[in-house]
């Protein structure tokens, strides 16, 4: 892949992300205002889930491209906090990708109970987070190749 097409890639990226991380952190803001204790409908969070599966999914894949370029260069040309930034966006990534998968294939799925609701206010708040630090790495990535 060509140094332009690669830097397209990451832009649209980043633009997803930019995208997902307010909308997921308002809609989590905003849950408790249209949701009934009595009778819940969580139709509009299977609608949204999809989408914070894909953002979890494209961090997780930014975050192992990143540290495998970090990883790849010598010890000694990096710095402490390229690597711990690198490591902590991979694992963090990839952590809340497997809470995301778990989560929504048990509402989808799984038993009548619903997915631990503390699980789904951690993914709702770690990814809009991880979105915007990804996003942010990955814009300034494609400004830097252009």
Do not use: C
């Not at 961090?59 to 260069?73: E, N, P, Q, S, Y």
């Amino acid at each position: 892949m060509s140094d332009g097409a690669r830097a397209a890639v990451k832009r649209i990226v980043a633009l997803y992300l930019f995208a997902l991380a307010p909308a997921l952190a308002i809609h989590l803001v905003v849950t408790p205002l249209y949701l009934n204790e009595a009778a819940p409908d969580y139709g509009p969070w299977l609608w949204f889930n999809p989408f914070t599966v894909a953002g979890a999914v494209l961090i997780t894949i930014a975050g192992f491209l990143h540290k495998r370029a970090v990883d790849a260069r010598p010890a000694d040309e990096i710095g402490w906090r390229e690597y711990f930034e690198a490591n902590l966006g991979f694992y963090l990534g990839g952590a809340l990708t497997i809470a995301v998968f778990w989560n929504w294939f048990t509402v989808q799925w799984g038993p009548s109970d619903p997915a631990s609701p503390i699980t789904w206010i951690v993914i709702d708040t770690g990814v809009p987070l991880l979105a915007l630090a990804t996003g942010r790495r990955l814009w300034r990535e494609a400004a830097s190749a252009s």
